[in-house]
């Protein structure tokens, strides 16, 4: 699928649109996450992470340079064949779909748990179809528009947090290294997943109108992403105590029922409102991308209507199914092992095939 002028995206859009796919769900419970893999040494894990995901980044980057108006598929096919294309068309799908209802239904699980408990999943994913659909039908465009809105929103959430350092401990930082480097690299493993999201550059790639900003583009949203990653892990660090933060499964929510002001009571639900507006803006342009999947795939029906039926699906299994917060965990650690694979495994591995292709071809060449 070639894109068209009217569905390029700006370097802003495509900065945002990559911290948007990165900054989801993961965030709630991260430093509660950190804390129980090293204790208060977490915010190590976080530089190592993103130092790994800049380099897995550029890698991407440069395979895509390779083929710059076309996606990750017709990479593929061009270099190795249709059913090359056709598995990796498959591959990307299945991910995709797993990664959309991973955060589609923990967003109703986080409305469950803290505001409606008496209502089924099913019907609070119902409750965002309409808005995910009418922004993911108008493309990567729109998508990026909507970050662009959310971005601003979400300022006063950045700004509130600084609140929190008022009554911050630091010493709960120190001893640095207190459990040595083994507990921070198993720790790095079992949160990679949060870094994991600059894979949709991949699909999004060939929709950005100055391609030479790309580079530069991927470094802004990893380093974006890092940034809002450790101020709030610093944060919990600080105001929890080290035994204390490991009590927490929502550590985010927790931490902003610190909060309090007279005219407001529950200041942790607004953040929690204000939130769900930005794991929204996670998982669109991962729809959106499965989308360009399917269409190459041959499935007939305008993309509008292939948005529609995947929403609608993942509704209808859920209120099937019935998954609670212990099942998500288990598919988290299914996409977790996947995504790894697709971001930092894979780009590696198909550079290196595809620089030694150019190197025969240059040899053979008169």
Not at 133 to 146: E, Q
Not at 241 to 264: A, G, M, V, W
Not at 356 to 364: E, Q
Request: with cysteine; proline share 4%.
């Amino acid at each position: 699928m070639i894109p068209g002028k009217g569905n390029q995206i700006t370097l802003f859009q495509y900065i945002l649109i990559i911290h948007s796919v990165q900054l989801g769900v993961g965030l709630i419970p991260l430093p509660g996450e950190l804390a129980k893999g090293c204790g208060t040494d977490g915010w190590i894990v976080l530089i190592i992470g993103w130092l790994i995901s800049i380099v897995s980044s550029l890698i991407i980057i440069q395979i895509m340079k390779s083929h710059p108006n076309g996606t990750i598929i017709d990479l593929l096919s061009h270099y190795f064949g249709k059913w090359v294309g056709k598995v990796g068309m498959v591959m990307f799908v299945g991910y995709f779909l797993l990664y959309i209802f991973l955060i589609y239904n923990r967003m109703a699980l986080l409305v469950q748990n803290w505001i409606m408990q008496q209502t089924n999943i099913a019907v609070l994913m119902l409750l965002f179809l309409l808005p995910a659909y009418m922004i993911t039908r108008g493309g990567f465009r729109i998508i990026g528009r909507y970050s662009e809105i959310i971005l601003f929103l979400s300022s006063a959430l950045l700004l509130t947090s600084f609140y929190l350092f008022k009554h911050a401990q630091w010493i709960h930082l120190l001893p640095i290294l207190k459990h040595g480097w083994i507990p921070i690299l198993q720790t790095l493993r079992t949160n990679i997943l949060s870094f994991v999201g600059f894979e949709i550059t991949f699909f999004l790639y060939p929709y950005l109108e100055k391609k030479s900003s790309a580079s530069l583009g991927i470094i802004i949203a990893n380093s974006v992403t890092f940034f809002v990653y450790m101020l709030f892990t610093l944060l919990a660090f600080v105001n929890f105590s080290p035994d204390e933060i490991t009590q927490y499964h929502n550590t985010l929510i927790s931490l902003f029922k610190i909060i309090e002001f007279r005219f407001l009571e529950r200041f942790d639900i607004l953040i929690l409102s204000v939130y769900l507006l930005i794991i929204v803006r996670t998982f669109i342009p991962v729809l959106y991308a499965a989308v360009i999947c399917t269409q190459q795939l041959g499935l007939k029906g305008q993309p509008r209507l292939h948005i529609l039926l995947i929403l609608t699906v993942m509704v209808g299994v859920t209120w099937v199914w019935k998954p609670g917060w212990n099942d998500s965990v288990r598919l988290s650690d299914i996409v977790q092992n996947i995504g790894i694979g697709i971001a930092f495994v894979i780009p590696p591995l198909l550079w290196a095939i595809l620089s030694g292709m150019r190197r025969i071809l240059r040899r053979s060449s008169p």
